[in-house]
């Protein structure tokens, strides 16, 4: 502070600092996260339209605002929809949230801090920005997920709400296609994962082979998690030499 | 309470919590290159089980073909032609399923 110029002319030439990558992860996480927001408010849209004959006009809101979980969310609202119990809806709605546990445990080593910070951290994943910040090997960038998730977060609650009260303007959100956004877009994201190396698409299809022979005989929710473990073929000693390092993805856009 | 307001409840709290897990048990630590393998190929499996469950299965979880594997089809072409062209796969894909719809 006392010698400002030479302070400025010296951050000229330094390496960038801790903060400035920090920076650089939130503004370009958030930039990453707005095509993932679009299509999670037409997906609240969805949510909203269905749900308000089955929750009342307060309720859906308040479920995105505090589960903040699509899948779950829509899986709940079936059961209640279908006369079904708290217990039952709870029961399908946390067995979709399981895959959370995995993808946690992934990110875990790439979190800093304190056990609180840690957890904050882990409350701001969402599969797609989970998936858009993943580096490779292991590696994941936390501020980048959680700076992508917040446009999802903020639109997710706003297109409920927009589905509960504006949402007969709309029609049926399967009319318009919403229904195709997601699977489309988890294709554009494994499609990222399988240029990363041929053990990818291994691992790719055997899960698609779990998840198509579990889904009719199993809850939904169960085919997914069960499908994680296609994960276990790199523990094979082939496997290692498959592995390959392969450069980081270029950002979407 | 009503259903509606135990079920979001609860499921918010249990959310929370498996969320919170894995970030609070291997938090920092860095695993071995086996282990870390393991976890990097979890991103492929959980997208490709996401990709057929969310376009291929109904509510009731029977597999079904209709406009949403249009829709996914239609994407896949978009990114066969350009592996980055997130935003517009994923509109082609709305629209190929609306068309379907519509038809």
């Known amino acids: 502070m006392a010698r400002p110029s030479l302070w400025l002319a010296s951050s000229l030439v330094t390496e960038p600092t801790a903060a400035d990558e920090t920076r650089e992860s939130a503004r370009s996480g958030l930039v990453a996260g707005i095509p993932v927001a679009v299509a999670t408010l037409l997906l609240g849209v969805s949510f909203g339209v269905l749900a308000r004959p089955v929750m009342g006009t307060v309720a859906p809101i308040v479920m995105s605002a505090i589960v903040f979980a699509g899948s779950a969310q829509f899986a709940a609202l079936a059961v209640l929809a279908a006369g079904g119990g708290a217990p039952a809806a709870v029961a399908a709605g946390l067995l979709l949230n399981l895959r959370f546990l995995p993808m946690g445990i992934a990110l875990g080593p790439s979190l800093r801090g304190g056990p609180l910070r840690r957890i904050a951290f882990g409350q701001t994943m969402i599969d797609a920005t989970w998936a858009l910040a993943n580096r490779g090997f292991g590696r994941f960038d936390p501020v980048f997920m959680a700076a992508a998730t917040a446009p999802s977060y903020v639109l997710w609650v706003a297109g409920t709400a927009l589905g509960v009260f504006a949402g007969e303007l709309l029609g049926e959100p399967e009319r318009l296609g919403l229904d195709a956004l997601f699977p489309a877009f988890f294709l554009t994201l494994l499609v990222g994962e399988t240029h990363r190396g041929r053990l990818a698409v291994v691992v790719a299809a055997l899960a698609v082979a779990i998840a198509l022979v579990l889904a009719p005989f199993t809850p939904a929710g169960v085919p997914v998690i069960a499908a994680c473990a296609a994960a276990l073929i790199g523990l094979a000693p082939q496997a290692a030499r498959d592995w390959e390092p392969i450069t980081l993805r270029k950002e979407p856009g | ?103």
């Open chain 2, 1 to 103: 309470m009503s259903a509606t307001w135990t079920t979001i409840l609860v499921l918010a709290a249990g959310t929370a919590v498996i969320k919170g897990a894995g970030p609070l048990l291997v938090g920092g630590r860095s695993l071995g290159r086996t282990t870390t393998r393991v976890i990097a190929l979890i991103a492929p499996a959980l997208l490709a089980a996401l990709v057929v469950t969310q376009a291929f299965t109904d509510s009731d979880g029977s597999l079904t073909i209709d406009a949403r594997a249009a829709g996914l089809a239609a994407a896949a072409g978009v990114l066969a032609v350009r592996r980055e062209a997130m935003v517009r796969a994923v509109v082609v894909a709305a629209l190929a399923a609306a068309l379907v719809r519509a038809l």
